[in-house]
Structure formats: structure tokens, C-alpha cells
């Protein structure tokens, strides 16, 4: 147990997790048939989780991945980026959003975030077009869907692809339209922390018949059998050919079967989400060294991240001995993230610190506060008490 401010006693005796999976027992059956079953890497199951995707999210398409990374690895090369192409994305995200731009030979451009959602601003977007600008990359950040009217607007002017990174956002929605049906592609994570998990799984959504059939040939090391799309057609019915150079990315049937069950569970996980977000809104609102999230007009947010922006200077300390207070009392915080090209390997390729000072300040200021569909009451309580014991404390 860690010791808590002034060596008090911490507001809990045991350590909770800013996020975990709830796995019940009827995704443990789902499992288990498949393990008993006849396939247990690339078979039916697949298929049935990618309807089931589909289906609920209201697109045409949806492509499983061995994880989300790979998912926009897959993405980017369906729609062509190569060698020295602009790919625009946010600052504000994992590496992997901007990592799987670099597997593509491709170049990483970050446009500044907007102050309030935190997500990509469009006007920064436009900014940083130029005559190799090939995509756009938004990420729904904390489950907050990004601005797309404006960004697909750029997207038509220029002739841009839009990729979007919904790694946080399964179940939000934007004007009306769940995320995964607007943007030419849409990227989901069903790591362990997300929305529903399969273990580790990546999925892709699509209208578009093109890049869905790209992207199946693509995590199947550019391999078909479809005798409609053989160079060589008077081969037997064994016959296959690997027509580019396309990769290992495939999902598990065992996964998919978790998958599916999961999936079933997503309304009451993210109303379970949504009830403790406004139970944090209601207890943090009046507290002047905390801002709430905002929540942009016309969306609904899948809350995958709850975050806090300090002010810090209505505080007598920063952020780090905030984020360690709050840890000896026994509360998983985290912080979500840092700005990418900050990172030493993209200081090696030549990203300056400065290119966007929204990101990096807010950075600074902000801590991710538990958020799962398995905390109970006391747990949300034990988070708001901690929160405010020591804000209090270190309150100017």
C-alpha cells in the first residue's frame, strides 16, 4: 500500500485500475465452442463478427485485424500511400496512428488539436495540406468524435482520403450517424482497456467495395483465391496466387467468437460508461481547479477515457505530484498521451517541439481518471473522494 498525503490513510486499501475488461461467462462459452469446433485460426467465426460489426455500426463493410494497428496499416496501403505521401493526423494520440503511416514509407504531418474537444482542429488540418498531402487521419479522441463535416469538406476540395481512428469510439455517434458509416475507412480496437475486447483484434469499416476487397487481400499476405482475380486461370481449384506483398494480419476465430459475445454487451457497457461520466461531471463542475470534458454539439460520446485538465495555476504543485497524490490513494490514474512526435524516436526524424502548442500544453495539464462498465458504485465514489481530498490539499 502506498502512503497517502501527510501519511494519512488512503481513501482505498486496494489498487483500482483506470480500465479492465469484464469478461462473464457467457463470453467464456462463446469461446469454448470454438475451441471445441474445427477452426480455430481463419474460419466462420470471422465472418459472423464482421457482420455482426457491420450491422450494428450500419456500413456496408468490415474487415477483422490481428489488432488495431495492423487495422490502419491495412487502411493505408488499401488506399495507396507510399513513399514520401502526407498523411495528416493529431498529435494526441497513440504512436500507432502515426507508426502505421511510417510502415507505409509515408510522412506523419500533426496539425494542432482544438482547445475544447481536444480532437484535430480542421483549420490546422487545411493548413498543413500541401501538393504530397494524400490522407487525412482524425482520431476520436477519449471516444469524442472528431469534427467530420469540416474535415470531409477539406477531404472533397483536395481530393483526400479520410481514415479515421476510432480506436475509442465503438457506439458514438456524430449528427445522427454512428462512427465506422461516414468516413472512407474507420479503424476500431478491441484491446483489452476498449469498448468490447477480443483479446487483442483490430476490425476496419468501409462502404467502399474497392478497399474492402484490398484489405482482405491484404491481411492474408496479398493472397487470393477468388477465380475471378487470378492472373492464371487454368489451375486446379487448389490453385492461389499472392499478387503483392501483403501480410500475417489475421484475426483468430477464437477471438471473433469473443468478439461476437462482446459485442451483444456494447449498449449496456457504454450506458454503464455514460452513468459515470455524469456522476464525475456533477461531483468535479464546481471545482475550479478541474475542467470537465466537453462534449461537442450534435455527438454522443463512448466515453472510453475520462479526463481532467488541471488548472494549474490554481494549484500549489503540478501535475506529476497531483498524478503521484493521487496513486498513493490507491487510484489507477493515467495520462492519455503524449503528443507523438514528441516521442525520441520521431525527435530522430526531424519533428520540432513547438509545431503544435495546443497539444503539448494541454499535455501538461491533463490525468485520465478511471472509466470501466466493472467499477462499482463505490469504486466511481472512491475516485471523486480521492480526486477532491487532494485537490483540496494542494488547492491555492
Known amino acids: 500500500m502506498r502512503p ?49 460489426i457491420a450491422d450494428y455500426l450500419g456500413t456496408n463493410y468490415a474487415v477483422a485485424f490481428a489488432n488495431g494497428t495492423a487495422a490502419l496499416h491495412g487502411a493505408l496501403f488499401a488506399v495507396g500511400i507510399e513513399k514520401e505521401d502526407e498523411v495528416i493526423t493529431t498529435p494526441l494520440t497513440f504512436a500507432a496512428s502515426a507508426n502505421a503511416v511510417l510502415y507505409q514509407n509515408g510522412i506523419p504531418v500533426f496539425a494542432d488539436i482544438q482547445p475544447d474537444t ?54 458514438a455517434a456524430y449528427k445522427g450517424q454512428k462512427i465506422g458509416s461516414i468516413s472512407d475507412m474507420t479503424m476500431f480496437s478491441f484491446h483489452p482497456v476498449k469498448h468490447i475486447t477480443t483479446g487483442e483484434g483490430g476490425m476496419i469499416t468501409t462502404n467502399r467495395r474497392d478497399l474492402y476487397e484490398r484489405l482482405i487481400q491484404f491481411r492474408n499476405h496479398g493472397i487470393t483465391r477468388d477465380t475471378e482475380k487470378l492472373l492464371n486461370k487454368n489451375q486446379g481449384n487448389w490453385y492461389y496466387e499472392m499478387q503483392f506483398l501483403g501480410y500475417n494480419y489475421r484475426m483468430t476465430d477464437i477471438q471473433a467468437a469473443l468478439g461476437i459475445s462482446q459485442l451483444s454487451k456494447i449498449t449496456r457497457f457504454n450506458l454503464i460508461r455514460q452513468r459515470i461520466v455524469k456522476r464525475y461531471n456533477e461531483a468535479f463542475k464546481e471545482i475550479k481547479q478541474i475542467q ?19 488548472h494549474l495555476d490554481k494549484l500549489t504543485i503540478g501535475r506529476k505530484q497531483i498524478f503521484e497524490a493521487l496513486q498513493k490513494e490507491n487510484i489507477g490514474v493515467n ?3 503524449i503528443p507523438v512526435y514528441t516521442h525520441p524516436y520521431y525527435q530522430k526524424l526531424g519533428y520540432e517541439l513547438g509545431t ?39 488547492a491555492k
Not at 482520431?139 to 468524435?145: E, K, L
Not at 469540416?150 to 481512428?165: G, K, M, Q, S, W
Request: proline residues 7%; contains cysteine; hydrophobic residues 40%.
Open 292 to 310: 470537465i470534458p466537453y462534449q461537442l454539439p450534435d455527438t454522443t460520446s463512448s466515453w472510453h477515457l475520462y479526463i481532467i485538465r488541471l
Open 4 to 52: 497517502a498525503i501527510e501519511g494519512g490513510t488512503p481513501i482505498r486499501n486496494t489498487y483500482l485500475p483506470y480500465a479492465r475488461q469484464w469478461i462473464d461467462d457467457e463470453d467464456i462459452k462463446n469461446v469454448t465452442q470454438v475451441l471445441k469446433g474445427d477452426y480455430l485460426t481463419t474460419g466462420p467465426v470471422i465472418k459472423q463478427f464482421e457482420q455482426s
Open 118 to 171: 481536444y480532437n484535430i482542429n480542421p483549420e490546422a488540418i487545411e493548413r498543413r495540406i500541401t501538393n504530397k498531402t494524400k490522407a487525412i487521419l482524425p482520431v476520436d479522441f477519449t471516444g469524442q468524435p472528431v469534427d467530420l463535416a469540416p474535415i470531409l469538406t477539406i477531404a472533397r476540395e483536395y481530393d483526400l482520403v479520410v481514415i479515421e481512428d476510432a480506436a475509442h469510439a465503438l457506439g
Open 356 to 394: 503544435c502548442p495546443h497539444a503539448e500544453q494541454l499535455y501538461e495539464e491533463i490525468i485520465t481518471l478511471p472509466l470501466f462498465p466493472m467499477m462499482a458504485e463505490q469504486d466511481v465514489e472512491d475516485v471523486i473522494k480521492a480526486v477532491k481530498k487532494v485537490i483540496t490539499y494542494y
Open 335 to 337: 495520462v492519455h498521451y
